[in-house]
């Protein structure tokens, strides 16, 4: 009788305790895979050709972004507060906090900086970034995480929203995964309660095939199970659906009991897939599902289509949904 001896990598993947719930960010390469993947899809996209100068300039944005991450240290959540989270099942840099905000701003002024002396920026955008003062910019971060019922400036509000990932990425980035709670709700994320912008189903290791969502803010990545609603938690009435027959590797997940849809990218169809770049540059699909009846369960941090507009979200509606498993 042959024995068939399993490699590392097969024991792991079929270990159902090595399942892997959480993927902090690593900050030497979240954003630069995102640039990378927006500068391709702004000159290679076929569900967005028109967005191609957007997506290039917010390519800019996470090169300026990666260009940072690397040279930050900042400080820690206490001891005490990673406890008192982790006891309340609570988020440790929860994204409406005003302790999350300190150390924020030196790190929003340089890579504003940044993106002026690149030379790059549109001259409305230019404008905006030139006009805020240290105060504007506060504020404008605060009601860009709704924290504050202020007007945002839709002009500047995705470079302010660049600062505020590159600050709280490079934090989580710092965590361990024993430091991240488990929280009752699902559908937000761990690190900083913040909603998922798209999900990825990932390839390689003791991610293999597995689904993760990615947070819009820290790019923290937190498992789901697949043919479930990131919005609502349903695993009833899953359903996918692409624009074109041979683009496999992006789908929009939609669900039929809270009739909302997420983005979800396979890396197994293309390993260069980023769930924030991919959902950015496929408006086409964005169109298609509106006008199927679905609405996006959240929006895309570097876009923001203007005031009154409710793209942002509506996590909380739907909480009694959120114990079912
Ligand atoms: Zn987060
Ligand atoms: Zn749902």
Redesign the pocket.
Known sequence: MVQRILQPLEIESTDHVSIARLRLPERSEVFALRAQRLRKLSVDNPLGQAFGPYLALMAGVAEAQHAIAGTLELPMPSDAAIDRAQSHRM?I?A?MDEEALAGWQPVAQRLIADLIAHGTLPPDALAALRALTPDTLDEQAQAILGMRDLPVDGMSAPFIMAALQLH?TVL?SQLRESQVPTLDVATV?P????LPVASVVRIGGRYQGLRYLQ?G????EWHMVRVKCSHCESTEGISYHVVEEHHEALKAETCDQCHHYRKIVYMEKDATVEPLADDLASLALDVMMAEAGYGRASGNPLLWLGEGDDERGDEGSDADDADER
Do not use: D, F
């Open positions: 988020p840099l994204a709280r989580a994320c690190c900083c309660g913040s947070c803010l820290c790019a923290t």
